[in-house]
């Protein structure tokens, strides 16, 4: 019974999901808006500045300037694989040339016994004399069957490799660029674009190894027919012309189409992405998501086929010409043979030879459109990875800089402005604060003012548009490094974050903590540490997988965790980095309030140890001990001081904001057991944690 009324309940949905008025209206809108894209994403999702950029390169790449790329790009994927295995790229490059050779040994063979057998005299003398052209044949066959078996082994162990080399090129750049940078639309999408051609190194590997092989033979076949009449050669490149024209032509639309339609297929996949995702699983149930997520889904899936199905057409269409100017080719050049054969100009075993040798290069030449067309697109594809790689370069962080003073004492934010890349207004404006070793230091402000910006700037992770940041030695002035001229490493190894969306990583909840400090090698008796002082421990150490429990439901020791866990986590992962300074953008917000107040007076502690920390927060009742705080109000600090200067101020924006969150606990000044336990205000005869 409940069966079917859970079915019945669907049913409408899913009814809803086939109208058939929905997939009229889906195939109506293929090449405009669906009404998916409007409600889901706003909009039509295309790929509208970087195609036409893309266009561009496609327009330079003409059939000549492909002619001259694709060795080039050939050239550099076997650089590759030269450099990551040699033994094997020369195994494949003498089995391919080997495989060519024969192929023409077997058309000298088969030219051989064909003489023999259109000579004059009794048929067994003319068999017996074929005999060792027969022979040859055999072992040229056979020889080519194990050049092939040997090119197979060689390639299957070369071309991982290739792509490995490829894809960790190009992941090692993108992970080096400057944080502004991937926010700029026209770098995210290049990037972006790049992911698609790293498999493309090692396709590209075997289709030119195919294309070489293929080659190598119709060169063979070419010579062989030049030797035996010279009108035949020109013959042969007319058949193959109009095959490379349409092989060329549907390459280029099936990339330009991929590239257009690649925010549709990403948007898709997240929508089935979601689908199976845990944290989504409630609302697609409980609020219907499911249904919307299935209805997009599909109508932008009718989108795609509809693009699909124009491009078959197209590619039959051209398809069809390239066949037809092929066709006549052959016709011609069977012509020119017959010719040649009526006016006497070729004995009959030699236009037997040229008609094999004709199939055989028309055969080929089949698979070399066919590979050569593949070989285009992959290199295209294998072009936005280069083009990646070489723009993840040019906008890396400098490798190298002024080394920091030892210790940093203060990091001081000097009139710092910033402007996202793209955003019409700057999201900090004129920005001046101190964050000084042994201290807390918070930021408040409503939200959007600016405090997660203002983090990002003193972890050095955004370079500021205007202003400058200094981390500054013991001696003050005289001893201090602009963060735009310092050695970053050194900058991102004096910090340790703690972001408000900090990853959960689908991994053990040791690497959960250890990864932290993911540039050193794992220490378990730190992670234990941490994970006690974030108050963790214990329950890890419950589990019966312990810390190799997978914090993934997904896996076989695959645990959940809830948010407020998660979040303990999260601080154990920021205190196994243990940087002299913390920035801690809202750690409490999933906690309960016993958890929240020992996590406040962990920070504290750390502040007692030496280490500087940056609060953001709303719990303002944790902020009334911090050493000082900043007030910020669209992009701007408009109060600074500690909690009692701020609460003198009569018409003060914190004192106000602290007011509204202790009315809520009917108080006119928050609950005493919800504040982090008094510390001497002196306390900076801490240990230095450099
Ligand atoms: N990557 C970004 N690109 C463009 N604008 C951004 C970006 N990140 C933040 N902003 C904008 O900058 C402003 C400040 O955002 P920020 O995240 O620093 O605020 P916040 O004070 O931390 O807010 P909250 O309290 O909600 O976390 C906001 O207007 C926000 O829309």
């Known amino acids: 019974m409940r069966k079917s009324a859970n079915s019945g309940n669907l049913r409408p949905s899913w009814a809803g999901v086939r109208r058939p008025e929905l997939r009229k209206k889906a195939a109506q ?95 067994a003398d003319k068999l017996r004399d074929a005999l060792p052209a027969l022979v040859v044949l055999a072992v040229v066959s056979v020889g080519a069957a194990l050049l092939a078996a040997w090119s197979t082994a060689m390639s299957g162990r070369l071309e991982p490799q290739v792509e490995r080399a490829v894809s960790a090129r190009y992941y090692e750049a993108v992970t080096r660029v ?58 042969l490149l007319a058949i193959a012309l109009p095959r490379g024209w349409g092989a060329v032509r549907s390459a280029r639309r099936e990339y330009v189409s991929r590239l257009h339609w690649v925010d549709h297929r990403r948007a898709i996949a997240s929508l089935l992405a ?13 609020h219907g998501a499911g249904v919307k997520l299935l209805g997009g889904y599909e109508e932008m899936s009718r989108q795609m086929e509809a693009e699909q199905r124009r491009l078959a057409r197209a590619q039959a269409h051209t398809d069809l010409v390239a066949g037809a100017g092929s066709g006549l080719a052959s016709l011609g050049c069977y012509g020119v043979l017959w010719w040649l054969l009526t006016s006497g100009g070729l004995p009959l075993a030699v236009g037997g030879t040229a008609v094999v040798a004709i199939r055989n290069s028309t055969a080929r030449l089949t698979s070399l459109i066919q590979q050569v067309n593949r070989l285009y697109e992959e290199m295209l594809f294998l072009t936005d990875t280069k083009n990646a790689t070489e723009l993840a370069s040019q906008h890396a962080i400098p490798q190298s800089g002024t080394p920091l003073p030892s210790p940093v004492r203060t990091v001081h934010v000097e009139n710092v402005s910033y402007t996202y890349p793209g955003a019409s207004s700057p999201s900090l404006t ?93 220490d378990m008796a730190r992670v234990e540490q941490a994970a006690q002082a974030a108050d963790i421990h214990t329950l890890i150490e419950g589990l019966p997988h ?145």
């Open 430 to 522: 004129d920005v001046s604060v101190s964050v000084r070793r042994g201290q807390v230091t918070a930021l408040v402000g409503a939200n959007g003012s600016g405090k997660t910006t203002l983090t990002k700037i003193l972890a050095g992770l955004l370079l500021p548009t205007a202003g400058e940041v200094w981390w500054e030695g013991e001696l003050g002035e005289s001893e201090r490094v602009a963060v735009r001229a310092a050695d970053r490493s050194e900058v991102f190894a004096s910090v340790g974050l703690l972001a408000q969306d900090f990853p959960h990583w689908e991994m053990t909840a040791a690497t959960n903590v250890a990864i932290g400090a993911g540039d050193r090698p794992r």
């Open 29 to 123: 809108s293929a090449s405009g808006i669906s009404e998916a894209e409007r409600e889901l994403y706003g909009g039509r999702l295309r790929w509208d500045r970087s195609f036409v950029h893309h266009e561009g390169a496609l327009i330079r790449m003409g059939f000549g300037q492909m002619a001259a790329a694709l060795p080039r790009m050939a050239g550099t994927v076997l650089r590759t694989g030269w450099s990551v295995d040699r033994r094997a790229l020369a195994g494949v490059v003498v089995a391919q040339a080997g495989q060519g050779v024969t192929a023409a040994w077997g058309l000298v063979a088969v030219n051989g016994i064909l003489t023999q057998l259109f000579a004059e005299g009794p048929t």
């Open 546 to 690: 312990g810390w190799d429990s997978i914090c993934f439901k997904g896996y076989e020791r695959g645990i959940q965790l809830s948010g407020g866990q998660w979040q303990k986590l999260g601080n154990a992962r920021s205190r196994y980095r243990n940087a002299p300074f913390f920035l801690v953008d809202e750690p409490t917000s999933a906690l309960d309030p016993r958890a929240e107040i020992e996590a406040f007076e962990g920070l504290w502690s750390l502040a007692d140890n030496g280490h500087a920390v940056v609060l953001v927060t709303h719990r303002l009742a944790a902020t009334a001990k911090a050493d000082h705080i900043y007030v910020l109000d669209q992009g701007r600090i408009v109060e600074e001081g500690t909690h009692d200067q701020l609460m003198s101020r009569g018409d003060g924006l914190y004192r106000e904001m602290f007011q509204a969150q202790a009315a809520q606990y009917g108080l006119s000044s928050p609950p005493a057991d919800r504040l982090p336990a008094q510390r001497a205000r002196d306390a900076p005869q801490h240990k230095e944690n450099r």
């Open 178 to 235: 400057e944080v502004e940078a991937t926010e700029r639309p026209e770098v995210q999408r290049t990037l972006e674009a790049g992911k698609f051609g790293t498999d493309s190194a090692r396709n590209m590997l075997r289709l030119s190894m195919g294309v070489g092989n293929v080659l190598i033979g119709m060169v063979a076949a070419a010579v062989v027919l030049a030797s035996l009449h010279w009108a035949l050669l020109p013959m």
């Open 274 to 286: 979601y689908l199976t995702r845990p944290h989504a699983a409630g609302e697609i149930r409980a």
